[in-house]
């Protein structure tokens, strides 16, 4: 009866443990030393295997080490910014910061171990550059675009943007809503990064983006041209009783700051969204698409 109980209970009858040991009946066959560990390794089970780290994004834009950022200069690829080692100011490294700084560009002074960590502890050899994912334009490109498009002139302008995915979106938003170009500052603001480029979703290849010293001189600069510049901020006009039918430059400020007293104070009006719910502030890029929306919206009434 009790060898009949274990036929039943193993499903085909008595298992010895293994071939020289006789085993009670029913005991499982037993694994070896190496084999025990495989069937009992947690890295074997499925539940506790952990995802694979995302392998380290590679920044396409930057050049790394004296002859390659003086192609990079002689090629005439605009650059973002230039980081120079201290204490590595002679030589070459003079001649390249002469060049960088007759172009305009950007120059910081940093420690070795901030350029290692930029690099990947590449051989940078004192300096590291940042070119830009696309080449600047001008204010003039974006007229000329406008007056392809027999349109009155919609220009952009970001005070301060640091995050390139929110960069990347406004950009995003601007070309779709039919905006003629972006105005970015050169300083304490992100430039036209891969990051950048991707967050974009291609629009960097069809918007000019114009990068300048001062955003302040730029508002003066579309003033001279005709422009009506205009604040997204507190405080303001609801945007949709605001006209932005002319040429209409609308400023945007940065994530945290917004725009700074000396911007505003340049604008000619101050545009603004009423808010209703507890949360009194939009991302910049929602913000624009507002704004650029109903900027869209007027331009289209304006053509019928």
């Not at 499925?46 to 004296?66: F, H, L, S, W």
């Not at 003066?220 to 009783?241: C, S």
């Not at 991302?283 to 289209?300: M, P």
Request: hydrophobic share 40%.
């Amino acid at each position: 009866m009790a060898y009949e109980k274990n036929r039943q209970k193993n499903g085909g009858g008595f298992r010895p443990r293994n071939a020289r040991q006789g085993g009670r009946p029913g005991a499982r066959p037993f694994a070896g030393r190496g084999e025990a560990k495989r069937a009992f390794d947690p890295a074997e089970r499925r539940d506790d295997r952990r995802p694979e780290a995302p392998e380290k994004e590679i920044n396409e834009n930057m050049v790394v080490g004296r002859n390659a950022v003086r192609e990079l200069l002689a090629g005439g690829r605009d650059v973002d910014k230039i980081y120079i080692q201290k204490g590595e100011l002679e030589g070459s490294i003079l001649q390249l910061i002469g060049e960088a700084s007759a172009r305009k560009i950007p120059i910081a002074e940093v420690e070795r171990a901030k350029l290692d960590q930029m690099s990947g502890f590449a051989r940078h050899q004192g300096i590291v550059a940042f070119a830009a994912e696309q080449n600047y334009k001008t204010v003039d490109d974006m007229l000329s675009l406008a007056a392809e498009r027999g349109e009155a002139p919609l220009v952009v302008l970001a005070d301060g943007i640091l995050d390139p995915q929110n960069l990347g979106s406004l950009i995003r938003v601007a070309e779709c809503t039919g905006a003629h170009g972006l105005i970015i500052p050169k300083r304490r603001a992100v430039g036209l990064t891969a990051l950048v480029g991707r967050a974009s979703a291609g629009a960097i290849e069809y918007l000019p983006v114009a990068r300048v010293t001062n955003i302040t001189t730029a508002i003066e600069d579309l003033k001279e041209r005709g422009f009506w510049i205009f604040a997204a901020d507190m405080d303001g006009t609801p945007y949709y009783q605001t006209d932005f039918s002319g040429p209409a430059a609308i400023v945007l400020g940065s994530e945290g700051e917004g725009i700074s007293r000396l911007v505003r104070e340049k604008c000619d009006f101050v545009t603004s969204i009423p808010l209703h719910g507890q949360v009194q502030s939009m991302n910049v890029s929602t913000a624009a698409a507002v704004i650029l929306a109903e900027a869209a919206r007027q331009r289209d009434l304006k053509k019928e």
